[in-house]
């Protein structure tokens, strides 16, 4: 498929049917790789989003309040399955609104994809309560119900992947979801609605309203019948979502951004250190919340580390994200590619040392160079703020407590990473360090198992595992008065 025989025009998708948008508006969705237009895609207002809170609202009332859990589980193998039969459909989708590489859909996200419905279609019969022997005179126990109708606003990193995050555990649990996905990335939300459907959710359960974040994004946070909102973001949409949520009180949870920090000891495997910061900082272009932005290299090592990196950077292959040998991809949007721009220029503006890359790789295309920073200076913003793009900072530090404090230095504590064949060391950094997650010898995978999230400017609250089905369902006491 290229550009010129993809889809054309997109229709919201709201109790189980494509509808025209109330709004009567539709929005260019574009190929990063060729600053095309892919498609028209309604876009949903608040009058939209309202309908779609009240089709969920009702499914959930409906047949798939009363549904067997082992079925809701079911449900979930065969959308699996169907996502299965149109992967490549899928990843084409993906690659054409993102500009993600088909071989990294192929290798890491579908395969996320598919494992997460997998995982979470085994919980959805084993959500259990407690008896709990309170008093003599009762039976005492509780229950996990449903939290009911919730809001899934989903980022353009990874769509596809980090969209199922969440949908398959609220669907696990049995709620029903209005999906907004952002707006540069809406494909393979809409596709994923329809495939529910194919596998047999009932209408309602499973909305898709594209849209622009400040309108159908505001209204879902907004709407007084939404009763979660499960928002991966910025730091700045994800006050703002806790604002708007204060109205009705809604639970939320909130996946924001990061500026990890990969530490890099003179006793490590330097080769194998090197390799992971690079895909640590290269890997999706950069836009990743847990991308090791900040490579701390001990003074030893130092040059080395960074000429090691550099080379690395210089070896990305950088191209069309529909080649299969194309390592790297354009930024997700021309507004991405400037802002990315902009930050090696504050960098450079700062004293920092380009060592390699600093601009735009393509007249065509929002592609920008893999780029390394050195002398790098804690304090300084290219060091501070997260750039989201495949811009590495080479930082020194000249012991374990200085990599502590430079590591710890940021407003984010989302995840860590430490290469050193010291024992003792590796431990107390994975004791000292603010993340949600800490790598030791190894950066960046993430497994559906395993909880997921940060604290500070990264968000609260975890997902994945079984910390996911907390934040989907609300508990309840049963209290049996039996008497003495
Ligand atoms: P964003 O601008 O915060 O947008 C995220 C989503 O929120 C989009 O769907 C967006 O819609 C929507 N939105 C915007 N304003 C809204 C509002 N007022 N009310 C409700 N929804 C609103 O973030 P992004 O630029 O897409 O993603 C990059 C950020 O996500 C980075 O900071 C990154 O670190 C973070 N991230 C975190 C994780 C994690 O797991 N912790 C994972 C991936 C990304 P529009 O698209 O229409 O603006
Ligand atoms: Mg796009």
Redesign the pocket.
């Known amino acids: 498929m290229n550009d010129m025989t993809a889809l054309s025009m997109q229709d919201l998708l709201i109790d189980g049917r494509r509808v025209k948008p109330l709004s009567g508006r539709y929005f260019n969705t574009v190929n990063p790789a060729t600053e095309q237009v892919i498609a028209q895609v309604a876009e949903a207002g608040v009058e939209d989003v309202d309908v779609a809170v009240r089709s969920a609202r009702k499914a959930l009332d409906g047949e798939w309040g009363h549904m067997k859990a082992s079925d809701r589980g079911r449900l979930l193998l065969k959308l699996a399955d169907l996502i299965k039969r149109d992967e490549e459909e899928l990843v084409m989708l993906e690659s054409l609104d993102s500009g993600k590489p088909v071989s990294a859909i192929r290798r890491q996200d579908l395969p996320a994809v598919i494992d997460t419905l997998v995982y979470y279609a085994g919980m959805a019969d084993k959500i259990n309560g407690q008896v709990i022997p309170a008093r003599a005179d009762a039976l005492t126990y509780t229950v996990r119900e449903p939290v009911g109708v919730v ?1 899934v ?6 769509p596809l992947m ?1 969209g199922m ?1 969440k949908m398959a555990p609220a669907l696990a649990c049995g709620c029903t979801l209005v999906v ?6 809406p494909l393979t939300a809409l596709k994923i609605g329809e495939l529910a459907l194919e596998a047999g959710f009932p209408a309602g359960v499973v909305n898709v309203v594209p ?11 907004d709407h007084p019948d939404v009763d979660k ?1 499960t ?8 006050r ?2 806790l604002q ?1 949520a204060a109205g009705n009180l809604k639970r939320v949870t ?5 500026k990890s920090a990969n530490i890099i000891f003179p006793d490590a495997d330097i080769d194998a250190a090197v390799k992971a910061a690079g895909s640590g900082i290269f890997f999706n272009t950069g ?5 090791g932005s900040r490579i701390l290299a001990h003074a030893d090592i130092y040059d080395e580390v960074v000429e090691r990196l550099a080379a690395r950077a210089k070896s990305m292959r950088i191209g069309d994200p529909l080649e299969t040998s194309t390592s790297m991809g354009p930024l ?1 949007s021309e507004v ?1 590619m400037n802002r990315v721009l902009s930050y090696i220029d504050i960098g450079r503006g700062e004293g920092a040392r380009v060592v390699t890359g600093g601009a735009r790789a393509t007249d065509k295309g929002y592609y920008v160079q893999p780029t390394v920073f050195a002398g790098v200076e804690h304090e300084m913003r290219v060091s501070q703020e ?1 750039i ?1 793009g495949p811009v590495a900072t080479v930082i020194k530090f000249k012991d374990d407590d200085d990599a502590l404090r430079i590591a710890n230095g940021t407003v984010y504590s ?1 995840a860590a990473g430490v290469w050193s064949a010291d024992i003792a060391r590796v431990h107390r950094f994975a004791r000292q360090l603010k993340a ?1 997650t800490v790598w030791i010898n190894t950066y960046g995978p993430t497994d559906i198992r395993l909880p ?3 604290a500070r400017d ?2 609260f609250g975890r ?1 994945h595992g079984d910390m996911a089905i907390e934040n989907f369902t609300e508990p309840k006491v049963v209290w049996i008065n039996t008497g003495r």
Do not use: D, H, R
């Open positions: 809001g606003i989903i980022p353009w990193n990874f980090i995050w907004k996905p952002a707006e540069i990335t849209g622009f974040g400040k309108v159908a994004g505001q209204a879902l946070v909102v928002f991966t973001g910025s730091p700045t949409v994800g703002q979502i708007g909130l996946e924001l951004g990061g836009q990743v919340c847990s991308a997700v991405q997260e989201f989302l949600g997921w999230g940060g990264s968000g997902e």
